[in-house]
């Protein structure tokens, strides 16, 4: 399918092709291990094991290619299995990697937990300040990790600049857009290396499938990561790669009501005398607004806020909310609210990027707005 086509159009038909045999128009799930050669050597479309490469996995990895501009999609077990991947593909013992002063938690524990045992270095900046990023930079230092929005805190990083001093100095950059989506922001469009997905949130879009994506514009980058796909296996399954793809048709729908409810959210929140500070690009006040609003179609479903009365009070809010579900994860159809100090975040307490113990994450589903409003208001009493 060409990629002239709109995003929409894109996300419904791109890797999509009717079944040959039957003329489906779902890809079918192919859960099948192993294929029939036609002669030792003859493989039909290619296909020999599922670990190396199956039909849906397929589909979904074009897919995915196409929604981000890159040149090849490549579909995991889960966000921090893509992660994985990428680290091994790209590092070696003694590289250094710049990551953000607020990451994801399980992305932190990957790099201090995990590949610092096997002599990866890493440095922590606020990546919403290039001169910090430029700063934190060694001779050794291989990529620039990058998150925007950031999780838990909403930071906002500007792409474009950080992708100069990445070509600068010779390194890569590698940017999560799990909470933007291919809908609202292209990293690769801007000068990205690699975009990094946690396809159970948004794209996948139902909470009920686990799994993780990359996708790269480098041809010789792209044959490297699916080498190591390939060679440690944390591959998507065919069942889990087609409830992904079923859910990036409705991508674009969906985050156009995520956005418009967390607006309405975030404006609820910056006039509640329990709030002290409200976390939403979207809001004029945010100190990444301008950059947000000129490398972003909107400004998504993730609002965080802090409550007067500390830890305490803010694990209350938590428990009293009915329509928001308590629950870690994000980006699914129904709202959810969250405490990252003692949930999503609790791997990086007593670190640099420890998370304040007064902040609330909500990710904001797609039900009707004053249902959400009315909920927010009498959980924070």
Not at 284 to 304: D, I, L, R, T, W
Request: aromatic share 6%; hydrophobic share 40%; glycine share 10%.
């Amino acid at each position: 399918m060409s990629d002239q086509h709109s995003f929409e159009t894109l996300a419904i038909h791109a890797g999509n092709t009717a079944d040959p045999l039957t003329g489906a128009v779902v890809p079918p799930i192919y859960q099948v291990s192993t294929y029939k050669q036609d002669g030792v050597g003859g493989l039909r479309g290619g296909y020999e094991y599922s670990r190396s490469a199956n039909p849906t996995r397929t589909a979904l990895e074009e897919n995915l290619a196409a929604l981000e501009g890159g040149r090849r999609g490549l579909a995991f077990a889960s966000g921090l299995a893509a992660e994985d991947c990428l680290l091994r593909t790209l590092l070696t013992p003694g590289d250094h990697v710049v990551i953000p002063n607020d990451a994801y938690g399980g992305t932190f524990r990957l790099f201090a937990k995990v590949a610092s045992r096997w002599g990866v270095e890493f440095s922590v900046a606020d990546t919403s300040d290039v001169s910090a990023v430029r700063a934190a930079l060694t001779p050794r230092t291989k990529a620039i990790w990058v998150e925007t929005p950031s999780n838990p805190l909403l930071g906002i990083t500007d792409i474009a600049a950080v992708a100069g001093v990445a070509r600068q100095a010779g390194v890569r950059l590698v940017v999560d857009n799990t909470f933007a989506s291919p809908y609202l922001q292209q990293p690769l469009s801007l000068g990205a290396d690699v975009v990094v997905h946690s396809t159970t949130k948004y794209m996948g879009g139902h909470s009920d499938v686990v799994g993780g994506a990359l996708v790269v514009g480098d041809p010789e980058l792209a044959e490297e990561l699916a080498y190591h796909q390939n060679a440690m296996g944390a591959v998507a399954g065919p069942f889990d790669a087609w409830l992904v793809l079923r859910g990036i048709k409705t991508l674009a729908v969906r985050m156009d009501r995520h956005d418009a409810n967390a607006t309405k959210v975030a404006d609820l929140l910056t006039r509640h005398p329990k709030v002290t500070q409200v976390l939403y690009p979207g809001l004029p006040e945010h100190p990444g607004h301008e950059v947000a609003a000129k490398q972003m179609k909107a400004f998504g479903g993730m609002v965080s806020f802090r409550v007067a009365g500390g830890e305490e009070a803010a694990v209350e809010v938590c428990n009293r909310a009915k329509l928001f579900t308590l629950g870690e994860s994000l980006g699914g159809v129904e709202s959810l609210i969250e405490h990252p100090g003692r949930m999503t975040h609790a791997s990086t307490a007593g670190s640099l990027l420890e998370v304040p113990a007064d902040l609330v994450r909500l990710s904001v589903g797609i039900e009707n707005a004053g249902d959400l409003l009315a909920d927010l208001t009498q959980a924070l009493g």
